[in-house]
């Protein structure tokens, strides 16, 4: 890694995360092609209003953030 590179991460590391968030949307919207992006972006939409319909439905079952967090954890720590 270059050392402008090396003191770019540097600098954006150092924001905060909303920034952060907002600066890795900008460029990865930089990587994907126009045509690429917007299937993409309704390929979501759809996948959202779907996962939207199957809660409404009763068809998901929802995990609290607390249970969920426990299982990842649990997973990671026994590899």
Known sequence: MSP????????????????RAALANTLLDTLESTNESVSVHEAWDAEVARRIEDLKAGKAVTVP????HRELL??????
């Open 4 to 19: 402008e590179i090396s003191d770019l991460l540097k600098r954006a590391l150092a924001l905060s995360v909303d920034e």
């Open 74 to 79: 649990a997973m990671v720590n026994e590899r």
């Open 65 to 68: 953030w607390e249970e969920l």
